[in-house]
């Protein structure tokens, strides 16, 4: 905005001199044409009487030509004025306007400035939102990736776990022992004819032998948690001796097999658990005997530790 403003600043100030220069030279022209007119026409009184009538005639022709170059001189003096004062109204017009327009113009300069200051550090916050956001998410990816990585390390682990364990009691499957694997944990289900007579809760020697080679298994994965319930059928617990009910029998009978377990020194005590379900987590039918024998059972359940787990979990 400052450099059109002095521009037609300038072109004003050149224009009102040359105007300037103009009118004082006609002014100056049209005074020596007016003495030099009051000249002749002493000159012409002067000689009326006695010149000869060619002379007087030249006089007048010469007063006539001075006179019209006079009258022309005056328009031009005339007008150059006006020209003078149109230029000065216009410099005096434009100077008033080019001085609000300047004032507007460094306001909202300045109202500019201001918003695109207030914009740039909006965008500055902004962006670094969104480079924390984008980090944040790259963390969250790479412990999503290291979870990801060890979920199939442990899926692979209970695998390997039940391969295993399904290798050492090859003999005994068919028997009332099955091994299967589901939601990531590995189930071994033992029923009761395999490891006690009707009543007890002492383990017989062929549940033993089973119950050692499980053990075998579990000593080589100190990593695993290792729960064993006890289970029974609904008929209610009719002898007499230490036992009151079912549930205590469950109990006693988890408890037992996790005594042969303890056996082996290399498996973690810590990773024992007994538990006595009683009647009260069936997977058949208490219509039928087979559905009771079912029942009737031991149930090893080995589950991945997941400190590991839980701790990306929480960083998530």
Same mark, same amino acid.
């Given at each position: 905005?400052?450099?059109?403003? /002095?521009?037609?600043?300038?072109?004003v100030?050149?224009?009102?001199?040359?105007?300037?220069?103009?009118?004082?030279?006609l002014?100056?022209?049209?005074? %020596?044409?007016k003495?030099?007119?009051?000249?002749?026409?002493e000159?012409?009184?002067n000689?009326q009487?006695?010149?000869?009538q060619?002379?007087?005639?030249?006089?007048?022709?010469?007063?006539?030509?001075?006179?019209?170059?006079?009258?022309?001189?005056? /328009?031009?003096?005339?007008?150059?004025?006006?020209?003078?004062?149109?230029?000065q109204?216009?410099?005096?017009?434009? +100077?008033?306007?080019?001085?609000?327009?300047?004032?507007?113009?460094?306001?909202?300069?300045?109202?500019?400035?201001?918003?695109?200051?207030?914009?740039?550090? *909006?965008?500055?916050?902004? #962006?670094?939102?969104l +480079?924390?956001?984008?980090?944040?998410?790259?963390?969250?990816?790479?412990?999503?990736d290291?979870?990801?990585?060890?979920?199939?390390?442990?899926?692979?682990?209970?695998?390997?776990?039940r391969e295993?364990?399904?290798a050492?009691?090859?003999?005994?499957? &068919?028997?009332?022992?099955?091994?299967? #694997?589901?939601?990531g944990?590995?189930?071994?289900?033992?029923?009761?004819?395999?490891?006690?007579e009707?009543?007890?809760w002492a383990?017989?020697?062929?549940?033993? #032998?089973?119950?050692?080679?499980l &053990?075998?298994?579990?000593? #080589?994965?100190?990593?695993? *948690?290792?729960?064993?319930?006890g289970?029974?059928?609904?008929?209610?617990?009719? &002898?007499? &001796?230490?036992?009151?009910?079912n549930?205590?029998?469950?109990?006693?009978r988890?408890? %037992?097999?996790?005594n042969i377990?303890?056996?082996?020194?290399?498996?973690l005590?810590?990773?024992?658990?007994?538990?006595?379900?009683?009647e009260?987590?069936?997977?058949?039918?208490?219509?039928?005997?087979?559905?009771? %024998?079912?029942?009737?059972?031991?149930?090893?359940?080995?589950?991945?530790?997941?400190?590991?787990?839980?701790?990306? /979990?929480?960083?998530?």
């Amino acid at each position: 905005m400052k450099y059109p403003i /002095l521009i037609l600043f300038l072109f004003v100030t050149f224009s009102s001199c040359v105007s300037t220069q103009v009118y004082d030279k006609l002014k100056s022209d049209y005074d %020596a044409l007016k003495a030099e007119n009051a000249s002749l026409m002493e000159q012409l009184n002067n000689r009326q009487g006695g010149a000869d009538q060619y002379t007087v005639q030249n006089l007048r022709r010469d007063l006539d030509r001075l006179q019209a170059e006079r009258d022309r001189l005056a /328009l031009d003096y005339a007008a150059v004025q006006n020209n003078l004062k149109r230029l000065q109204d216009s410099y005096d017009a434009l +100077e008033a306007n080019s001085s609000e327009n300047l004032t507007s113009n460094l306001a909202l300069n300045r109202d500019l400035l201001k918003q695109l200051d207030e914009k740039e550090r *909006a965008l500055a916050a902004e #962006q670094a939102r969104l +480079e924390k956001l984008q980090r944040d998410l790259d963390a969250r990816s790479k412990r999503v990736d290291e979870l990801e990585g060890i979920i199939a390390a442990k899926e692979a682990q209970m695998n390997n776990l039940r391969e295993a364990i399904s290798a050492a009691l090859t003999n005994f499957e &068919g028997k009332g022992l099955t091994v299967e #694997q589901r939601d990531g944990k590995v189930y071994v289900s033992m029923e009761n004819r395999l490891l006690f007579e009707s009543g007890s809760w002492a383990v017989n020697a062929n549940g033993r #032998q089973a119950v050692v080679q499980l &053990g075998n298994v579990l000593a #080589q994965n100190p990593e695993i *948690a290792i729960l064993i319930e006890g289970h029974t059928d609904n008929v209610p617990y009719g &002898g007499s &001796g230490h036992l009151r009910d079912n549930w205590d029998l469950s109990t006693k009978r988890a408890t %037992a097999i996790v005594n042969i377990l303890t056996e082996n020194p290399t498996i973690l005590k810590e990773n024992l658990t007994a538990a006595g379900r009683g009647e009260y987590a069936p997977i058949a039918s208490n219509a039928t005997a087979d559905g009771r %024998a079912k029942n009737r059972r031991i149930e090893v359940i080995l589950t991945p530790k997941l400190d590991e787990i839980s701790r990306l /979990l929480n960083e998530i």
